[in-house]
T-cell receptor, first 114, second 117 residues
Framework: AQTVTQSQPEMSVQEAETVTLSCTYDTSENNYYLFWYKQPPSRQMILVIR??????QNATENRFSVNFQKAAKSFSLKISDSQLGDTAMYFCAFTPFTGNQFYFGTGTSLTVIP | DGGITQSPKYLFRKEGQNVTLSCEQNLNHDAMYWYRQDPGQGLRLIYY???????QKGDIAEGYSVSREKKESFPLTVTSAQKNPTAFYLC????????????????FGPGTRLTVL
């Protein structure tokens, strides 16, 4: 069975500081994709960053980067220079290369404090 | 612009009524999904479809039904058998076949908020 675990229900960070959100997953698949989605108060789900498991290099998108540790099955999200607009619920997600189901964590609610 | 539309944005239902939530995509995706989201919780899969005229139950399919007559459309019916239907419903789509170095993530619609009166 595939599972995704986010152990931090709520987090807060001061504006302009850096914060790291944790995600672990469990799978027997060797090739898969990992994602971080952001859900702001509007509730529109927005893709933040994605990582392909066969790529060792950590993905980066502007202020967002990941620390992908395949052996440890860990996929944390680092947000640098936090902005007020980063306040949202963040979901970690996994999908195997074969098959079409997506598996989501329960989310981390991030608040950026001015 | 390509994307996913859901309608209506807000929906009110009386107890005992069936209601249908619309989901349309013009991304040429084969796979489509319905999720339910309750306050403070993650996404729970209701149904998904990988191809026209075929769909599979997710984790919480009881009280819901779907159809997939066209590639672009995947409507969800909330039946009177669903005992606690008040929730936020999200529709998503993705490629059905995986392509390396390509986009394989899910794209989401804006959601429908269903309230039972």
């Amino acid at each position: 069975a595939q599972t995704v675990t986010q152990s931090q229900p709520e987090m807060s960070v001061q504006e302009a500081e850096t914060v790291t959100l944790s995600c672990t997953y469990d799978t027997s698949e060797n090739n898969y994709y990992l994602f971080w989605y952001k859900q702001p108060p509007s509730r529109q789900m927005i893709l933040v960053i994605r990582q392909e498991a066969y790529k060792q290099q950590n993905a980066t998108e502007n202020r967002f980067s990941v620390n992908f540790q395949k052996a440890a099955k860990s996929f944390s999200l680092k947000i640098s220079d936090s902005q007020l607009g980063d306040t949202a619920m963040y979901f970690c997600a996994f999908t195997p290369f074969t098959g079409n189901q997506f598996y989501f964590g329960t989310g981390t609610s991030l608040t950026v404090i001015p | 612009d390509g994307g996913i539309t859901q309608s209506p944005k807000y929906l009110f239902r009386k107890e005992g009524q069936n209601v249908t939530l619309s989901c349309e995509q013009n991304l040429n995706h084969d796979a489509m999904y319905w999720y339910r989201q309750d306050p403070g919780q993650g996404l729970r899969l209701i149904y998904y479809s990988q191809i026209v005229n075929d769909f599979q139950k997710g984790d919480i399919a009881e009280g819901y039904s779907v159809s997939r007559e066209k590639k672009e459309s995947f409507p969800l019916t909330v039946t009177s058998a669903q005992k606690n239907p008040t929730a936020f419903y999200l529709c998503a789509s993705s490629r059905a076949s995986r392509v390396t170095n390509s986009y394989n993530e899910q794209f989401f619609g804006p959601g429908t908020r269903l309230t039972v009166l």
